[in-house]
């Protein structure tokens, strides 16, 4: 019968050259052993349905982790992860027991060694067994289906507290972590003795070349001396950031001064020129595109424009405004440079004004933190004029500070060609968007689990399109069963309000808000938007019971809000029109006193 190494490589088949001097080692001392190399497709050669299942999941780790129980399950041997060095025989191991493990540092049985004297023995066959029925239950992720996790479940005569070997049930020896994981994971600490069969150097992919140096310095003179040398090398190079501070500012301007930030500035600079004789101007940053969509639907006159980063760009955009007769700059969103042009322009008696897009959640942000503040202070020196938010409860909040404050109303007033598609009869198609999953405002997965209540309660299949969609989201959904669609990343606005238009009813139940575009968008294109209690919109009408979510963490609440909007639909949208109407002349009006232009003043 064939003896087998088993070795999994990634899909380039390019060995690194430390690792393949690892995987050599194994070879030399093990001569009558045949190495086989794994990679994710090899998935496609295994004639089982899990095996396509788990490829389709397109989950890297899983994956890996599947393949590693498949070969040992089918074919036995020895499986060994890489950069793992044998320094001694293991041949007396191979004799002693016909299934071995080790634990690492941690006392947790490791997997990148594991040994079987013969296919379908019975660790492989629970295990593999195991993976399956967990697999099928929709668990995805390393919370379930870690090597180590399930070792744990089904060896349970192994003892995580006795650090020697120990000899379980069915001839499964687990060595002591000195036998194979002599070596901590950042490669500090080392536990060799005579014991030691392999140096486990698993830290060598994921440590820097300081994190090497830095182990060679405590392996040489000690953790002791290491420690007040690194400390001394700490103050040094304070000193030297002190010192070299003009030449590192000098090289992150020259980083950020790319082709794309100057034609950005050029852009910006035609823009105010088309714009000659104009009362007023509207400034947004183009790579904030709800700030943009927002400040382009409000204001006629909108200058596309990013942050200035030298007092070049500064005067030069100074200039081009007063050289085209603007009286009036409003700041839509603020970002780096502006606030050193808006006093610039205050001397030269041009009117500042800023329109302000978030709420103090998100001072948690640093940009937005500072960005504010400068607003803030600009306002308290005269030098802006009026402040402008269009979250509610902040004009009062600024008031109190004697700001002088500005209320305004996002609009949704855009003319985009939506290709109306008819729905599937059996489907339902809820919509989840502008929801990164890895920020907590947006609270994607108590709607994720509405969604999943609500599909119990339907007799249509239930579809989620999620943008952007992560793995976080494909493994939650999968866990509850759900159909999942969508897109890895932003796309472009006719794009999402396209997407929009084919779903039964959009989610927006984010925990901070101030006046969220999407959910007019999504009435824009005919279907209606669930939302959480953070804004002003729909405030003490009809439509509040129908659309706004007072528990947001409460996927029950979001659930029966859907039900709720969902068995009056029509009622919902004709309601909306009345508001979209009315929101719309407010917004303009609002608009338009902001403003305040020299024809508005006459009229």
């Known amino acids: 019968m064939v003896k087998y190494i088993h070795y999994f490589i990634d899909e380039d088949s390019n060995i690194p050259k430390f690792s393949q001097e690892c995987l050599d080692s194994w070879k030399t001392n093990l001569p009558d052993f045949e190495v086989k190399t794994w990679s994710i497709k090899d998935l496609d050669t295994i004639d089982e349905e899990i095996a396509k299942k788990v490829r389709d999941t397109n989950i890297y780790g899983l994956q890996k982790i599947f393949l590693e129980i498949y070969a040992i399950y089918k074919y036995g041997g020895l499986y060994i992860d890489k950069n793992l060095k044998l320094v001694k025989s293991i041949n007396d191991l191979l004799e002693e027991s016909s299934t071995f493990l080790g634990v690492d540092e941690r006392h947790n049985i490791n997997a990148s ?24 239950k929709g668990k995805h992720n390393g919370f379930y289906l870690d090597l180590p996790i399930i070792l744990k479940e089904v060896l349970p005569d192994f003892n995580q507290q006795n650090k020697s ?77 002190f010192l070299l501070k003009p030449v590192i500012k000098y090289r992150k301007y020259k980083k950020r001064n790319n082709e794309e930030h100057q034609e950005l500035v050029a852009s910006a600079l035609k823009k105010i020129q088309e714009n000659k004789d104009n009362y007023y101007v509207a400034f947004h940053n183009p790579e904030w595109t709800g700030v943009s969509n927002a400040t382009i639907e409000l204001f006629e006159n909108s200058i596309p424009c990013g942050e200035l980063i030298s007092k070049k760009e500064i005067n030069q955009v100074k200039q081009t405004l007063i050289d085209n007769n603007i009286k009036e700059v409003i700041f839509s969103g603020f970002c780096i440079g502006w606030a050193e042009l808006s006093k ?17 959640s998100q001072y948690l942000d640093e940009y937005g933190w500072e960005m504010n503040n400068q607003i803030y202070n600009l ?202 109407k009315n929101n719309l002349e407010e917004g303009k009006r609002l608009v338009r006193e902001f403003i305040d232009s020299e024809d508005d003043a006459n009229e």
Not at 115 to 131: D, E, V
Not at 346 to 360: D, M
Not at 466 to 486: C, Q, R, W, Y
Not at 491 to 498: G, S, V
């Open 113 to 136: 060694i594991w040994y079987s004297s013969k296919p379908n023995s019975y660790l492989a066959t629970k295990i593999y067994k195991k993976f399956i029925k967990d697999f099928e």
């Open 165 to 241: 070997t120990q000899y379980l049930k069915n001839d499964i020896t687990i060595y002591g972590n000195d036998y194979f994981y002599p070596f901590s994971f950042d490669g500090h600490t080392k536990n060799t003795t005579s014991n030691s069969r392999v140096f486990n150097y698993i830290h060598y992919d994921y440590i820097t070349p300081k994190g090497h140096l830095k182990n060679l310095t405590i392996s040489l003179l000690g953790n002791k001396l290491a420690t007040k040398i690194f400390a001394l090398f700490r103050l040094v190079k304070r000193v030297l950031m």
């Open 379 to 580: 306002e308290k020196k005269k030098i802006v004029s009026e402040m402008a938010f269009c979250k509610e409860s902040l004009i009062e909040f600024y008031k109190d500070k004697k700001c002088n404050t500005t209320f305004l109303r996002n609009l949704v007033n855009i003319d985009y060609d939506i290709k109306k598609k008819e729905k599937k009869a059996d489907e339902f198609r809820v919509g989840v968007y502008a929801v990164q999953t890895t920020n907590w405002r947006k609270n994607v997965f108590s709607s994720l689990g509405a969604i999943a209540l609500l599909s119990k309660e339907m007799k249509k299949k239930v579809v989620v399109d999620i943008v952007p969609k992560s793995e976080f989201a494909n493994d939650f959904m999968h866990i509850l069963g759900i159909e999942t669609d969508g897109v890895e990343t932003a796309i472009p606005r006719a794009e999402l309000l396209q997407r929009m238009s084919e779903c039964d009813i959009n989610l927006y139940v984010t925990y901070s808000e101030c006046a969220p575009m999407l959910p007019l968008e999504s009435f824009y294109v005919g279907v209606p938007c669930i939302t959480g209690n953070n804004h002003h919109y729909f405030k003490e009408t009809e439509l509040e019971k129908y659309l706004v979510v007072n528990n947001e963490d409460n996927p029950i609440d979001i659930k029966d809000k859907i039900n709720t909007c969902m068995k009056d639909t029509k009622k919902v949208l004709s309601l909306y029109d009345e508001f979209s």
């Open 344 to 360: 610039k322009l205050h001397k030269e008696g041009v009117i500042v004004k800023t329109y302000f897009h978030g709420s103090h």
